[in-house]
Structure formats: C-alpha cells, structure tokens
C-alpha cells in the first residue's frame, strides 16, 4: 500500500510503514493519520506476520509532531477533541496490534513524533536522531497521552527533566535514559530492524502476541490480576495447536511449523 503521504510494504516477516512526508518533516497530518490506519487495520489477524516497523523517510527526521499548519485553524473545544481524538485512537490501534512494534528513529523524534516513538514497543535510533518534547515552549503538554507512556518508559524524574526542560537529547542519552532500546552505529537503523523482524520468524505468533498482552497488563492492572492474567495465557497457550506442534517437532528433531491456532 502507498499514498502521498506514507507507504507501507512487506519485507520478510515485518510490515515496515514509513511516514513520506520528507519536505514537512514527516509530520503527521489527517491525510497521515488516515493512511496509517489503513495500513495497520488488517494486520491484525495475520498469523504470518513478526513485527511492524514504523519510520520516517531521509535521514533527517522521523516525524517531527503533528501538522501544525492544520491545527492552527482549531478554535474551539470540540475541533480540538474532534482533531486530536483520531491521533490518539491511531496510536493506541498502533500499541495493541498483537505483535512487536518497532521505532526505526532516523532522525529528529520531536513532540507527536517522540508520542508515536512511545507508541512503539521497541525503539531503535541512528547516532544522529535527537527526540525531544518542546511542549513547554508552546504553553502546552503532550496531546495523544504521551505523558503516560514516557513516565511507565523512564519514571516519574526523567519524565518530568524531559517535559519541562523541553530540550532535545541525542540518541546516545535517550538510550541512556530509557528512551529508546539501541543506538545502531553499523548499518541503517531500518536494516536493524528488519534484522531484529528476521529473528522472530521462528517465534510462535500466539506466543508473540501473549508475551506483549501479559506485558502490557503488568503495567496497566494490579499485581494479583496482572497474574491471573498471565497464569490463564499460559494455560491457554499450553493446550494450543502450536504448543502440540512445537512438542511433536522437539521430539521429531525438526523446525515446527506454526499456524498460529
């Protein structure tokens, strides 16, 4: 699938979608928003599928926020919630899709970028990306619920430098940070992640989409029914087919085959 705005293709086991909109700094407008919905609605039952990975086009910036040209024209409450209410939406589809999604940050990460980047649940960067959230600086604060994701990726004290210092950090401090995972220093962070996708294939993908499930609801359930959750996916994913099969090829001396049942 491609448009004006963002392409999104299958290589190997990964779906990769990249933001096209070089000249704006690829940022996300509702053409964009629109696009990326579009890509990732049918991802979500294909058992082929390892991982997404989202990026931006060049080598200057993965997204640089919302499409500030259109939001200036918002004036009143309701085109505010209107506008913002279908960002938010994307990026929590973006979030729960049933596999690894992964940040190829080759570039500048800033505002709604870095919100989209926190989206992801692993985030690799180029040497020379810079992620930042200047909201401060615009009398604002993040907008698509990126104070949430940014305080359960690097706590309460380094989201609360980041946010009111509103100052970029390198890749080699995000990293430091909590930010993102890798700083790739040889080879294109994109390779990178396509090369982390190619180590997934042999993955079941029930248990691909259990582990970020139970993983998730340790952050967002208490700790009792956070391991009510997990004690019934394991006993779920115990008596699946692909469990059967992973045992039958163990026992065979061959590479199971999955069908994600």
Same mark, same amino acid.
């Given at each position: ?11 190997? #086991? ?29 991802? +979500? ?32 409450? +309701? ?23 992964? #940040? ?67 890749? #080699? ?56 959750? #997990? ?31």
């Amino acid at each position: 699938m491609s448009s004006d705005v963002l392409t999104s293709e299958r290589r190997g #086991a990964a779906q990769v979608i990249t933001i096209t909109r070089e000249h704006a700094g690829n940022s996300i407008s509702r053409e964009v928003t629109e696009a990326f919905e579009r890509a990732i609605a049918p991802l +979500e039952k294909d058992a082929t599928l390892r991982a997404v990975i989202v990026t931006g086009s060049g080598d200057r910036f993965f997204c640089s926020g919302g499409d500030i040209k259109q939001y200036r024209d918002l004036k009143t409450r +309701e085109q505010l919630n209107r506008a913002f209410a279908r960002p938010r939406k994307l990026l929590d589809h973006l979030e729960s899709l049933p596999v690894p999604v992964i #940040a190829a940050v080759n570039g500048y990460a800033l505002g709604g970028g870095a919100e989209l980047m926190l989206a992801c649940d692993i985030r690799l960067a180029a040497p020379e990306a810079k992620i930042g959230f200047p909201y401060v600086k615009l009398s604002l604060i993040p907008g698509w619920h990126g104070i949430d994701r940014l305080a359960q990726s690097c706590g309460y004290g380094v989201a609360m430098h980041l946010l009111t210092s509103g100052e970029p950090v390198t890749a #080699a401090d995000a990293r430091r940070l909590g930010l993102i995972n890798e700083v790739v220093i040889d080879a294109p962070v994109l390779d990178a992640a396509l090369a982390f996708t190619a180590g997934l294939e042999s993955a079941a993908p029930l248990s691909l989409a259990a582990t970020k499930r139970v993983l998730r609801s340790a952050f967002s359930e208490s700790r009792d029914a956070a391991r009510q959750i #997990a004690e019934q996916t394991f006993a779920d994913l115990w008596m699946s087919k692909d469990h059967r099969e992973a045992e039958a090829a163990f026992a065979e001396k061959r590479k199971p085959k999955f069908s994600g049942e």
